[in-house]
């Protein structure tokens, strides 16, 4: 049992837990995932973590209500406690300690994990110009949180509600027309965002990183729902990634599996993947 520390509503929907979680919080890295069941007849789903205190051995996750599981966990509070949390799954984000400039964008929900590997990447004393994209004001989540680990902070909104009237390419287009030279670029969100800053990047050779949450199931690799197409090779986002190279992801094909689950009731829990593949924040 792991119980509910601190519990906080970030925008409608949008939850964030602080969990009690010291065996966690001890290896956990930025980039990694956990996987939840909340009772002993619940879905296994997976969430990333948002951040961890090893001192106090706790870990953090950011979501979203989308489908009955994340609702389910949306309903516990301070106090209550969660059946089964796993982790740390996945491999941790590797950035390379040459990298002087990164802009670090995410797309909604997508910011909470692209807050980590801002804040990885500050903390190993690169430049970071972090770009965050809404569809409206009211959606706006973590801004303190991504000033802190930046040293630029953009904001855009796709109805113009708050920030720069836009989207994330846009911003990170303009930056790169003014002349910023960028060492790397993280790119966490809906797919479709994904798959167009690499093709922003592609020309200027800039290498970009991109966070692929798929239909996952057990986590660990066998049941094989969270499979992708990487550099023309089958790879499996819980135990390969999730980070993989933008330049390499076969987008098309994993919005295609996405959309396979159109209409059903029973949703991927991070990060809004349906919404993802549908274009949507």
């Known amino acids: 049992m792991f119980q509910i520390l601190k519990k906080q509503t970030l925008a409608e929907n949008i939850q964030r837990m602080v969990l009690d979680a010291p065996l966690i919080a001890k290896k956990a890295q930025s980039g990694q995932f956990l996987v939840l069941r909340t009772h002993d007849k619940g879905e296994r789903f997976p969430l990333t973590i948002a951040d961890y205190d090893r001192d106090k051995g706790t870990v953090t ?10 609702e389910q966990l949306g309903k516990l509070n301070e106090g209550d406690s969660i059946l089964d949390v796993v982790g740390p799954l996945g491999v941790a984000s590797h950035f390379d300690p040459s990298v002087k400039r990164a802009a670090v964008i995410g797309g909604g ?14 903390g190993m004393g690169v430049a970071v110009d972090m770009i965050a994209g809404f569809r409206t004001k009211e959606l706006v989540i973590l801004e303190e949180e991504m000033k802190a680990v930046s040293g630029n902070l953009y904001i855009a909104t796709d109805d113009g509600s708050y920030g720069i009237h836009g ?19 993280v790119a966490i969100g809906p797919i479709p965002m994904m798959k167009f800053v690499s093709e922003l990047t592609r020309p200027a050779h800039i290498k970009t990183l991109v966070s692929m949450n798929p239909v ?14 990487v550099g023309g090779k089958t790879k499996f986002a819980c ?11 076969d987008f098309d094909g994993a919005m295609r599996r996405l959309s396979m689950y159109d209409g059903m009731k029973e949703r991927p829990e991070d990060c809004n993947l349906i919404k993802m593949a549908e274009g949507k924040k």
């Open 216 to 229: 996952m199931i057990d986590g660990t690799g066998m049941c094989g729902g969270c499979r992708l197409t």
């Open 239 to 249: 135990v390969d990634g999730p980070d993989f190279d933008g330049h390499e992801v």
């Open 167 to 185: 989207f994330v390419t846009k911003v990170l287009k303009d930056r790169m027309d003014e002349g910023v030279k960028y060492d790397l670029v």
């Open 61 to 70: 996750i950011i979501f979203a209500e989308v489908g009955k599981s994340t």
């Open 109 to 122: 929900l997508g910011c909470a994990i692209a807050l980590p590997q801002a804040k990885a990447l500050h």
